[in-house]
């Protein structure tokens, strides 16, 4: 009863989210596998198994307790509602979901231009809401080009980040760039805890900016130790667009003589830059964490998610292994609070 009263005193479009979560859970077998097919032939990276960790995603972001207590912190909806446009990414399955989320909860209506690689999804998942809550869904519009927002948030490469900058430099706008995440062992970490870091590194095919692309290790470190515990992770190789990255990479190393080392689905390269190929993993091994601390700081705006084991180091607050993959509705993609963003327009 207590729930039914708490549910019955919310607005409307934030009830559609919280039913979108419960419809998510519960999704029969039979939607999904009608799902897949179609959201794969419109981008081979987005298998099944990608597909399903998204959802699970979504239905985490959407928890009923964590979505009410956080559209609380804010003074929704607007009172006057404007038009925004949304460029969305896509590297991985549904990633512009929580800017939707974001603009639609507070009060003004979402244009959003979807990715070619990512046109499937956001739709289906949207298109379960349209008998229950058709005029939360009636603020959301999918569009071929954007022109004459009020404001902007835009997702992309670098490179498409600078168009972004000159094109909308006189409207309101959030642009995101490329960001990927790094992890730090400290040489003390479980199998298990090893085996999980490999979800963060392999989950997406690395794709997404909250993979890690980089570890540092404690020098002497064993790299067969921690390969050992991706065995698993092994048939990422079966996947021909991976494969063929892996390969590509792996031909570049031998024909230069780049040490390396090769498990047979990823190579290990010991390297300073922040950022790794697909079927790569760059490592940097370190004497004392401090000596890390430099390099975050160097590459602050490029790094989602710096996680590993303990609270922090320095003044770097770490994810713990295994949760960087799984954020709350809380989390911003670069840490800008998009929905302060929204109400002061």
């Not at 009020?150 to 006189?170: L, P, Q």
């Not at 959030?174 to 790094?182: A, D, F, G, P, V």
């Not at 909250?210 to 698993?232: C, E, M, T």
Request: charged share 20%; hydrophobic share 40%.
């Amino acid at each position: 009863m207590k729930q039914f009263i708490i549910m019955k005193s919310l607005r409307s479009d934030l009830k559609a989210f919280i039913r979108l979560g419960e419809i998510l859970s519960t999704l029969p077998e039979s939607t999904l596998l009608d799902w897949y097919p179609v959201i794969s032939n419109n981008n081979a990276w987005f298998t099944p198994e990608s597909v399903k960790y998204a959802l699970d995603g979504i239905v985490h972001l959407l928890k009923e307790s964590d979505i009410v207590e956080w559209d609380h912190n804010y003074r929704l909806p607007v009172p006057q509602p404007k038009r925004i446009g949304i460029i969305a990414a896509g590297n991985i399955p549904a990633v512009a979901f929580h800017d939707i989320v974001c603009v639609l909860l507070s009060g003004h209506e979402a244009y959003v231009k979807l990715s070619s690689t990512d046109k499937i999804l956001l739709p289906f998942l949207f298109h379960l809401l349209e008998n229950e809550y058709p005029n939360t869904i009636e603020k959301l519009h999918w569009v071929d080009q954007l022109k004459g927002m009020d404001a902007y948030i835009a997702t992309g490469s670098d490179n498409s980040a600078r168009y972004f900058e000159y094109y909308f430099k006189n409207t309101p706008h959030i642009i995101r760039k490329n960001r990927t995440s790094i992890a730090i062992l400290k040489g003390t970490e479980s199998k298990d805890t090893l085996q999980v870091l490999g979800h963060e590194v392999f989950k997406y095919f690395g794709l997404g900016c909250r993979n890690v692309s980089k570890i540092f290790l404690p020098k002497g470190y064993s790299i067969p130790h921690l390969l050992d515990q991706w065995k698993p992770f092994e048939k990422v190789a079966e996947h021909h667009k991976y494969f063929n990255n892996y390969e590509y990479n792996k031909a570049v190393y031998l024909i230069n003589s780049i040490p390396h080392w090769d498990t047979g689905a990823v190579l290990l390269k010991e390297d300073t830059e922040l950022f790794s190929p697909i079927g790569v993993v760059f490592i940097q091994f370190y004497e004392q964490e401090s000596e890390i601390l430099p390099f975050i700081q160097h590459h602050q705006s490029s790094i989602q998610c710096v996680v590993g084991e303990g609270s922090s180091i320095g003044d770097i607050e770490l994810i713990p292994i295994g949760y960087a993959q799984c954020p709350d509705i809380t989390e911003y993609a670069d840490g800008i609070d998009t929905m302060e963003f929204l109400i002061n327009l």
